[in-house]
Structures are given as structure tokens and as C-alpha cells.
Nanobody, 115 residues
Framework: VQLQASGGGLVQAGGSLRLSCAAS????????MAWYRQVPGKQRELVAS???????NYADSVKGRFTISRGNAENTVSLQMGSLKPEDTAVYYC??????????WGQGTLVTVSS
């Protein structure tokens, strides 16, 4: 499975950005898609996730500001980010897990929030 992420960029604090991710065709069901982020020197952290059944989960730091959603096209996911803060600056990675319990990663997209 290959994941293609897009939508990163530079935005001022308080602004919004939308990240999108599309997974290539998979022989197995993709039952979990998520966004992670990482800053230099820190571990990659889960930002938001969604399952095929519609369950969503958010990091406490983004609750109420970010929304993850699966797209109309199969195996696509978006992350709508609002009220962005400088501490949201990171490389954001799209991830997808198949029914074989294998987690795949996208290439990462940089989000920079200026104060």
C-alpha cells in the first residue's frame, strides 16, 4: 500500500489547513487510517485516527480543533486543522493499517504555524 499525502504548508497562528491522503489499491481491507506528527528530537505521536466502522480518536492537544474524516473515494482520509498553534508545527504523516495488521506510512508533509 502506498500513501500519498498533500496539503501541508505555512500558515499563521489561528489559521486553518487541510491535509489529504490517498492510499493505493490494497488487496486487504484498510480498516484504520490516521495522521501522526513528529518534530525533531521527539517521538512520532498520534494526532487523529479513524476506523472503517467510523470510530474516531484524537490526541488531547487537538480535540475540538482538528477533524479527521474519510473521503468519498475509497481509502482516502483528510485532516481539517483549525485554530492552529505554533506548537502544531511538525511533519505530518498519513498512516493506514490493513486487515493483515500491517501499518503503512506516507512520505510526510510539513506544516509550519507561525506566531
Amino acid at each position: 500500500v502506498q500513501l500519498q499525502a498533500s496539503g501541508g504548508g505555512l500558515v499563521q497562528a489561528g489559521g486553518s489547513l487541510r491535509l489529504s491522503c490517498a492510499a493505493s489499491r490494497s488487496d486487504f481491507t484498510i480498516n484504520f487510517m490516521a495522521w501522526y506528527r513528529q518534530v525533531p528530537g521527539k517521538q512520532r505521536e498520534l494526532v487523529a485516527s479513524t476506523t472503517v466502522s467510523g470510530f474516531t480518536n484524537y490526541a488531547d492537544s487537538v480535540k475540538g480543533r482538528f477533524t479527521i474524516s474519510r473521503g468519498n473515494a475509497e481509502n482516502t482520509v483528510s485532516l481539517q486543522m483549525g485554530s492552529l498553534k505554533p506548537e502544531d508545527t511538525a511533519v505530518y504523516y498519513c498512516a493506514a493499517r490493513t486487515s493483515m495488521n500491517i501499518l503503512y506510512w506516507g512520505q510526510g508533509t510539513l506544516v509550519t504555524v507561525s506566531s
